[in-house]
């Protein structure tokens, strides 16, 4: 196969572009979850604290001096705050507060406490934890991040390569051939895969795909637009596949 030289591109506006990057579900879907997955991130990180003591920490004797009820319950058990204080060696007391939902101690309760000999200020209740939620909740929320992020990288390499198409792509028709449905949903309607033949300049058939869940406006023609890579011809873009505001704009490409 002979290969295309480019001698210009279409020029495709940024806000046109911006549409295309932004307007696709891939996209839109990945930022919508990394954004509240990171909000939920910064949220409950307020209230976690990266605890630095362990089984082999300094103990020492402490006294429970007040108990708050949290806001927080976690596998519906409430989570109380407990405060408390102890005196070490030099004499010097030190206060601190943990945290638990299935310990509970009375005011006036002696409890082990077990502190840093670098910080005697950091500490907490042995068995308690020394923020209002673990750790692990964090990690509950990496596979959510790790989705949007997914969707997003894939959104936009889906984006660059529909400018691409538009900037250099040759202008053919494509007929209907093949339609199977996917998986995936999109607001309750089901994403199907539709296969479209054409002819190229090369004189050669080729056949390319895609994916939509709005197929009736790939199916109201009897032959589709679309633009191809004359490099890779199975690289095509059927232009009904964008969204509204662009057709106006794409549909004087030839």
Request: proline share 4%.
């Amino acid at each position: 196969m002979s290969y295309y030289t480019y001698f210009h591109k279409r020029v495709v506006p940024t806000g046109v572009k911006f549409k295309i990057f932004f307007g696709n579900f891939y996209t839109t879907f990945g930022l919508i979850f990394l954004i509240f997955s990171s909000i939920f991130i910064i949220v409950f990180s307020s209230f976690i604290k990266f605890d630095t003591l362990s089984k082999d920490s300094p103990v020492t004797d402490g006294t429970i001096t007040k108990v708050e009820v949290t806001n927080t319950s976690i596998n519906d058990q409430r989570v109380y705050a407990f405060h408390y204080e102890y005196k070490l060696l030099d004499g010097a007391i030190h206060h601190g507060k943990s945290f638990s939902e299935d310990i509970y101690y009375e005011i006036g309760t002696p409890v082990k406490i077990l502190y840093s000999e670098k910080d005697p200020g950091v500490s907490r209740i042995e068995g308690m934890r020394a923020g209002e939620f673990s750790l692990w909740i964090l990690f509950i929320m990496i596979p959510f991040l790790l989705v949007g992020a997914g969707f997003f990288i894939f959104g936009l390499k889906k984006a660059r390569k529909d400018i691409y198409l538009l900037q250099v792509g040759e202008v053919a028709y494509g007929t209907l051939v093949g339609k199977e449905p996917t998986s995936v949903k999109i607001n309750n309607r089901p994403v199907y895969k539709l296969y479209f033949r054409f002819t190229a300049a090369d004189g050669n058939t080729y056949d390319t795909a895609c994916k939509s869940h709005l197929t009736r406006l790939l199916e109201d023609e009897e032959k589709e637009k679309l633009v191809y890579d004359p490099n890779a011809p199975e690289q095509a873009l059927l232009l009904d596949s964008l969204p509204k505001k662009l057709k106006s704009f794409f549909e004087g490409v030839e």
